[in-house]
């Protein structure tokens, strides 16, 4: 077997590579685009997943990270659905 160099530990402060971008944090992210009708969204979103599911059933998928982006978007949109119900009852209350 041939010999390892011993790999030497990175400094707290080591500079980032060329061509790498330094890690973000999750609140950094840019928040998604406001959604004119959520529900309309949603129902793309759905039927979209449903296809991505059959093609991938059938084994006709080619991209399967899609199945992971638009089950991501679905939850936003749910999630953005829930902050505007919250926003509307916490207004009439007040």
Request: no cysteine.
């Amino acid at each position: 077997m041939a010999e390892r160099k011993p790999r030497q530990p990175r400094s707290k402060g080591a500079a980032v590579g060329a061509g790498e971008k330094p890690a973000r944090g999750r609140r950094e992210k840019k928040a998604p685009a406001p959604v004119a009708n959520p529900e309309v969204r949603l129902h793309e979103l759905r039927e979209e997943m449903f296809k991505l599911r059959f093609q991938f059933a059938t084994r006709h998928l080619t991209n399967t990270a899609r199945i992971r982006t638009v089950r991501r978007d679905i939850a936003r949109v749910m999630t953005l659905q829930h902050q505007q119900e919250l926003l509307a009852t916490t207004g009439r209350k007040s």
